[in-house]
């Protein structure tokens, strides 16, 4: 293990690779603080032209374009209220009113250090917990795939103790946004209502984006009736 490692650090700190390292991240941030382009469109938009390079190379500048992406949808979150990026939707809550107040540097640069820990976090659980949970998920079957399930609707009661109605609710229409699609196991078509793009099912990213429009919709129509901030409602 020591061995791989010291061997993909050197692969990494490459020159050639750490230019296309930081042409992927440059390259990113640009797509990423451009709303309606997100990370993956990028990634697949540039997947053919990696064809012809050598692994490595093409690998670096992917991951690059990935994180520079993630990282950038928090510039338009901040300063338009607009998240470039599906991840970045949480920014806009804080980093838009920081804005507005003429802090969007301390915004900007928070964002910054957040992205650096929380991507430098992310990287060493991926790189010391991927063996393990690879051998784990191998061992996994239809009942403990069952008991996963059920263990994540009865956590509902926990995440909503506030309002259980509203938990049970939201667990409900969770379950009925699942069902649209062809089902896994019979291969029959369910709840399309004769449309070919309904087939695939309702993502998770595009139903929490318009969960979340919806939600911070009604929020500030009740701020624009009772004159309430926002963030009481949280």
């Known amino acids: ?72 949808g928090s510039f338009s979150a901040i300063l338009i209220n607009t998240p470039g990026t599906p991840s970045a939707i949480a ?43 690879s051998r784990a998920s191998l061992k996994f079957g239809p009942p403990e795939f069952f008991w996963l399930t059920a263990f994540g609707l009865t956590i509902i009661a926990t995440l909503a103790s506030d309002s259980i109605l509203k938990g049970l609710i939201g667990g409900a229409i969770g379950l009925l946004i699942s069902t649209i699609g062809i089902a896994p ?12 793009s309904l087939q695939d099912g309702v993502g998770l990213i595009p139903a929490l984006i318009g969960f979340f429009c919806q939600i911070r919709r009604n929020l500030k129509q009740v701020q624009g009736t009772t004159g309430v901030a926002i963030g009481n409602y949280r």
């Open 185 to 196: 196991i019979e291969g029959s078509v369910r709840f399309t209502f004769g449309s070919v």
């Open 1 to 72: 293990m020591s061995v791989q490692l010291l061997h993909s650090f050197g692969n990494v700190f490459h020159p050639v690779n750490l230019m296309f390292v930081i042409l992927g991240v440059g390259a990113g941030i640009i797509v990423g603080a451009l709303p309606g382009l997100t990370a993956t469109m990028a990634i697949a938009l540039l997947v053919p032209f990696t064809f012809a390079m050598p692994p490595i190379h093409g690998l670096v500048l992917l991951g690059g374009i990935y994180c520079g992406a993630i990282f950038g």
């Open 91 to 133: 920014t806009t809550f804080d980093g838009y009113p920081l804005a507005k107040k003429g802090e969007s540097y301390r915004a900007i640069v928070t964002a910054t250090i957040s992205s650096v820990i929380g991507g430098l976090i992310g990287v060493l659980f991926l790189l010391f917990l991927s063996p393990p949970l």
